[in-house]
């Protein structure tokens, strides 16, 4: 028996002694937590505080309820699946991506025309409500059944100098880079990860379990001179990819002697 003798709603604290109990390795990763009477025994609290606790926890994302099985403590695994976000090119010039040819799409791709927002007016350096061919794809990674909403956004502009991409603007990001350097341009990129609460949905769309953070990667494909010409962003569920980059040394600029 484990008496609860500490400020705020009982719930609470029977939250936070479960929650000790499972950090302190008594209820360890993947173990079944006891049964809700077992719990209103062991706190001697009513059903309806423990449900709350554990309805808590769940949002916490200490634990995971399974219904018809029971509350499990959730385990730190390791994802099951590594994203490699090179970018590489063949003999012939072709971009290819790592990772790219093993996603399958779930279902037909979708295309449609948008505005800037003010997060993806930043990324291309264009003004709120600029014009853009969006490209919204769901990805099914057919090893591990992981899922990734992708989309790739296109300026206006930029589609109307390169005429194919504004008449098949939902072609795969390597084909889309293969046009653009067809055109002329010497391709770079920059890419940034923030993890987030999910969407519903995106919770929905990517199964992701309760209180599991998102991972958002944009891309940004600069031309020649600097300038954005496409944006892509991959959301995927945080418990299932981890991200893996190749990374190298820039060379110093040559500092310039004094005569």
């Excluded at 062991?42 to 309806?48: A, K």
């Excluded at 509350?71 to 010039?93: D, H, K, N, Q």
């Excluded at 769901?138 to 300026?155: E, F, K, Q, Y």
Aim: aromatic content about 6%.
């Amino acid at each position: 028996m484990s008496e609860i003798q500490r400020p705020g709603a009982l719930y609470q604290q029977v939250a936070a002694a479960i929650r000790e109990a499972i950090l302190s390795g008594e209820f360890p990763p993947g173990s079944l937590l006891p049964s809700e009477a077992q719990l209103m025994a062991r706190y001697e609290v009513s059903r309806p505080t423990v449900r709350n606790a554990v309805a808590a926890l769940r949002a916490e994302g200490l634990i995971d309820v399974r219904h018809g099985k029971g509350s499990f403590v959730r385990a730190g695994e390791t994802p099951v699946l590594t994203v490699e976000r090179r970018i590489s090119r063949t003999t012939e010039g072709k971009f290819v991506m790592p990772n790219g040819d093993a996603w399958q799409e779930a279902e037909e791709p979708s295309t449609y025309r948008t505005r800037t927002t003010k997060d993806t007016g930043r990324l291309l350096q264009l003004n709120e409500e600029e014009a853009l061919f969006g490209c919204d794809r769901l990805l099914v990674d057919p090893s591990t059944g992981t899922r990734a909403m992708h989309r790739t956004l296109i300026p206006f502009e930029v589609a109307e100098t390169v005429p194919l991409l504004a008449e098949q603007p939902c072609k795969r990001p390597g084909a889309i880079y293969w046009l653009l350097a067809q055109d002329g341009h010497k391709l770079t990129w920059t890419e940034t990860v923030r993890a987030r609460m999910p969407l519903p949905d995106e919770r929905t769309t990517l199964r992701l379990p309760d209180a599991t953070p998102v991972l958002h990667v944009a891309r940004t494909a600069h031309g020649t001179d600097g300038r954005p010409l496409l944006l892509e962003e991959l959301r995927i569920g945080a418990d299932r990819a981890e991200l893996a980059y190749t990374m190298t040394a820039d060379k110093q600029p040559t500092r310039r002697s004094r005569t």
